[in-house]
């Protein structure tokens, strides 16, 4: 019986060392597809024709959306834009699937990721801007946290919820310092608290 416990308590330690490497590799992959979106933003609510229209006229809707929030943008600054989903007819802005920009240049990226609040103001002088949104583009992971983190945001009234270079923070009230959202436990437990 000794052998068994002794046995059994083994397979336990050995349990719990194998989670926690499964854990680490899975935030290594997390990390890893982080940085390879570094350059990366999604651009959530440009209004879609309809299946006709060509990827041209597309990258000039983006093109005109990211050129009101920095003047500086061209045609030259992005690598490639696509369509994060399927193309259909929409009727609502929030409905269309995200489209993706990857820059050529992470600090010509950064720049405009900092000035994206200039939509706000363009969202006044053209209304077909309303419902359009800069987003930063982050690994599977790092956006199923950001869903639950903002849930929770929500169900806890604070008041903001940020991401900055694939990292999310959340903040209670203006007067509240920022804290890091790592990881669910950050969640669940004590950091998003009332």
């Not at 350059?39 to 024709?49: K, T």
């Not at 982050?138 to 849930?151: D, G, I, P, R, S």
């Amino acid at each position: 019986m000794h052998n068994l416990e002794t046995e059994n308590k083994k397979l336990k330690q050995r349990n719990v060392r194998l989670e926690n490497q499964v854990l680490n590799l899975g935030n290594q992959i997390n990390d890893l597809e982080q940085y390879g979106s570094r350059q990366n933003f999604d651009v959530q609510g440009v209004a879609m024709n309809d299946d006709q229209e060509t990827p041209q006229e597309l990258e000039m809707k983006v093109l005109s959306v990211l050129q009101h929030v920095d003047g500086s943008i061209d045609k030259d600054d992005s690598d490639v834009m696509h369509i994060l989903g399927p193309r259909k007819k929409k009727t609502q802005t929030q409905d269309m699937p995200p489209i993706m920009v990857r820059f050529i240049s992470g600090k010509k990226r950064n720049a405009l990721f900092k000035t994206r609040k200039n939509l706000k103001d363009a969202k006044c002088d053209f209304p077909s801007y309303k419902g359009v949104f800069l987003n930063e583009k982050l690994a599977l992971k790092n956006n199923q946290l950001l869903f639950h983190a903002n849930k929770k945001r929500k169900d806890n009234q604070w008041r903001y919820i940020w991401t900055s270079n694939g990292r999310i923070f959340a903040r209670k009230s203006d007067n509240s310092s920022a804290i890091q959202i790592k990881n669910e436990c950050d969640i669940l437990k004590n950091k998003m608290k009332n």
